[in-house]
Every structure is written in C-alpha cells, then in structure tokens.
C-alpha cells in the first residue's frame, strides 16, 4: 500500500512540474514572431520553433512511445526534431534547422498541446511506470537546459539582424550594484567529495556525466569571491589583451585573429555599451563579463595573474554555497553585480564560469541505459567544463555538481570568468 501511494504521489507532483515547466518555454517563446521563431543565425544555435518541437519530440519519444502501440502524431516528424539520437534513427542536419520553415510554429505549437494532454491524461491517472517517470523527469531537466538555449540563440539571431531588435522592450534594467572589491578566499589541500550518486539508484536528480560521487585531493588554492567584472575585463583591454600573444592559447589566437575579437561578443567597439535581451544598454562595470569564450577567459587569467579554477575546485566551493543566484525565473534576464556573504564566495547564478577542467568521465562512469545513454557521454572529447548556472538557468536547474560544458571557442552563452591561484 505504501508503495502504491508513493507513486500515485511521485506522479501526482510530476504532472504539477510537467505542466509548469512545459508552460514556461511557451511563456518563453510569446515574445517572438513566427519570422523571429525560424532564424537559425550560425550552425552551433537552433530556431526557437526547433526549441518547441524538439522538447516536444522528446516526450513523444521517450514517454508516450514507450507503449509499443502508439502511434505517433507525425511519422516524418520524428527524423525533423530528433536531434543526435542515432540508436533510434536518422536526424535534420542541425545547421539546416533554420530552412524548416513546415511546419509552422502554429502547428508547432498545436503538436505541443496535444503531447502535453497525452502525457498529463497518463501522469494523471497513475499510468506510468517508474521506468518512464525517469524518462519524463529527464526529459523536464531537458527541456529546461533548452529553456535557457532558446534565449541564448534568440539573442545572437536578434543581434546579428542590422536592426538588432530586443526581445523583449519591457525587459527590467538591473539594479546597479557593487561588485565590491575582490577577495581571495584561501582553501588547503584536503580531500574533498566531488559529484552525484547515480541517478535515478538516489532520490534526487542529476545527469549521468556527474556520477559517480567519488574523492578527489584538492591542492591548496584561492578562489576569487566573485566573478571578473565589465570593468576589470575593460582594463584587460585598453592594456592589449586582444594583441599581447603571450598571453594566448594558440587556438585561441588563432580564432581572435581570423574572428577580429576586440571585446566580448555584445559590447560595442566603444566599450560603453552593450546588447541584451532587452536591446542596447549602457555597459554596468560592475555587473560581471559575460559572452567571452574559454580563450578570452584563460587570456584573462593569464593577464591578471591567476589562473582558472579546476571544476574541482570550483565545486568543492559550491558545495557549502546555498545562494542561488538570480535565475532566468526573475525575468531580468542579464547579469547584474553581486557578492556572496562575507567570507564566502557566491559561485551560482550570473554568469556560467568557465574552468580549466576538459571535459571527461569520472572514474567509474556509465552513460544512462538505452538510446539516452546519448545524451551526454559521447560528447565528452574538445569540450570545456563550465560551472555555476546563468541569468538565463530555470530556477533549481543547477545543483554544485552540475557539469556544463561547450565548445572552448563558444561566446554566445552567458559565460564569464573567476579567477583562481595556487597558494602555498
């Protein structure tokens, strides 16, 4: 009986999550037209509308088509919104996701519905087993990674148009902080737990690529209590960051040459201003640097004299923080200037901070079974760890051992930098 109950109750609260969660990205996507929904503006970022229909596929896939008989809404959907799931059949090139222009976001829209009344009919009537309530608690944390991707792609489509239209006009402008002056916050050698127990083996969630929990030696260090501000990333600058070579990794200088860089991606070549998801703003100095690639971030670290945090380090200072930032939930959607209490460095929300850490498996790692082993673990070669969460991550998205990785060359994301240095 107790068993029984505890199910009935696990999908009681996932259809309450279901429905919030998949209300969002639609709330999300309200501020755009049927045009702006379909710009695809570089091959690494997706149209909004793919957004919708993929998270979408998603559910249809994983949750609804595990009964072998049901029959899917569109057949020749599948091979349009699939993704990078080759054990399960053929997929869109995803640089050419911007030519789907069929079909529309209104039936885009509509395909969302009719998935969403199937799932929450099941999740309703207890008709779920708890195989699939994992699928669809995975396929939740999901669609939230693609929550904050759609802003992230909407605001480099927005940005590369000559016009460069907000998003939204109503948008708040942050408050003007502080970012106060920096602190180093010293940590000696220790041992410290790194990860997540396997999931769904433990109650609470986390993606394969953060198991399994395992000891790692920590060398003494600091860590900066707060991320690089506009202002000290400007100094950077005017001091020939983008030209002193030295202080490069060679692809980097490489991309910076054949790319122009001269500052992060939305500021203007004046240093005074830049783009937002709200349109053109003058720059905050205090507000943390944000849209640099790993590159710019290790040039940085270079230059000032420190170094990147290992993802090590990094979360075995996250682990004792129990701020959560300022979410994407917030609406202000940018980062504004902060500092964690005192003695303690705030390391969630703002900004994803980039680490020294390629990305790897943890020893004894093992990829989620079946075709969602997928999801992370064959990835896991030319990417870099990024920790922390952003202005654009749903509220309770990130957690101190969540893995975020990208390409080092990537600059659209709201990626920015702390610094760390060996003490001895």
Known sequence: ???????????????????????????????????DAMV????????????????????????????????????????LFNSYYE???????????????????????AYRRRIDSSVLALLRGGALDD?????????????????ELLLTDIKHALWSNPLQPAYRDDLPIPATGTAGPLQWIESGEHIAWIGAPAWPDDA???????????????????????????AEYAAFIADGGYRQVQLWMSEGWALCQAGQWQHPLYWDDALQREYTLGGWRVLDPHAPVCHISYFEADAYARWAG????????WEAAASADAEDGSPADDGRLHPQAGQGSSGSPRL???????????????????TFPGSLGE??????????????????????????????FFDPSARWQFSGVRLARDIQ
């Open 348 to 366: 969630h929300g703002e900004v994803w901070e980039w680490t020294s850490s390629a990305y790897g498996p943890y020893p004894g790692f093992r």
């Open 375 to 404: 999801y992370n673990g064959k990835f896991m070669c030319g990417q870099w760890i990024l920790r922390g969460g952003s202005c654009a991550t749903p509220r309770g998205h990130v957690r101190a051992s969540y893995r975020n």
């Open 131 to 147: 195989a699939i309530l994992d699928h669809l608690q995975l396929g939740l944390q999901h669609e939230q990674q693609h929550q």
């Open 1 to 35: 009986m107790l068993a029984i109950t505890a199910a009935v109750s696990r999908q009681s609260a996932l259809a309450d999550q279901y429905a919030e969660v998949r209300q969002r990205s639609v709330a999300l996507a309200a501020p755009l037209s049927a045009e």
């Open 306 to 313: 420190a170094r990147l945090p290992t993802e090590f380090e």
């Open 87 to 109: 054990t399960i059949g053929p997929a869109h090139a995803r640089p050419q996701r911007g030519l789907l222009s069929r079909p529309s976001l209104d039936q885009v829209q």
């Open 204 to 230: 609470g969630f986390a993606y394969d690529n953060e198991s399994p929990r395992h000891r790692v030696l920590v060398p003494a260090h600091a860590l900066a209590s707060r991320p690089v501000s506009n």
């Open 40 to 79: 695809q503006s570089m091959p690494d970022a997706s149209p909004a509308k793919w957004h919708l229909a993929h998270t979408t596929w998603f559910f249809e896939r994983f949750v609804l088509g595990a009964d072998a008989a049901y029959q899917p809404v569109q057949p020749d959907w599948h091979f």
